[in-house]
Nanobody, 114 residues
Framework: VQLQASGGGLVQAGGSLRLSCAAN????????VGWYRQAPGKQRELVAD???????NYADSVKGRFTISRDNAENMVYLQMNNLEAEDTAIYYC?????????WGQGTQVTVSS
């Protein structure tokens, strides 16, 4: 399984970015797909994920600002990030989960300047 993340960049606080993740397999075959992030000196944490039944789950810190979505036909997963804060600065990783297996993309850097 390959996951290709893109869309990161440098943005000012209050701005928006949209991350994209392309999978080389039907995303509905996974239990869930989602986004994690890792800031310098911190552990990787869940940002948002979506089950195969389209139930979504968000970290408290991003609720109301971030939205996860997917395009099943194109095998794409998106993360729309609005009202970005300096604390959102991190490397963002696309994730796909199936049973005991976790698949990871290569990560895309998001930097929010205050």
């Amino acid at each position: 399984v390959q996951l290709q993340a893109s869309g990161g960049g440098l943005v000012q606080a209050g701005g928006s970015l949209r991350l994209s993740c392309a999978a080389n397999r039907r995303i509905l075959t996974f239990n869930s797909v989602g986004w994690y992030r890792q800031a310098p000196g911190k552990q990787r944490e869940l940002v948002a994920d979506m089950s195969s039944r389209a139930y979504s789950n968000y970290a408290d810190s991003v609720k109301g600002r971030f939205t996860i979505s997917r395009d099943n036909a194109e095998n794409m997963v998106y993360l729309q990030m609005n009202n970005l804060e300096a604390e959102d600065t991190a490397i963002y990783y696309c994730n796909a989960h199936q049973g005991r297996l976790n698949y990871w993309g290569q990560g895309t850097q998001v930097t929010v300047s205050s």
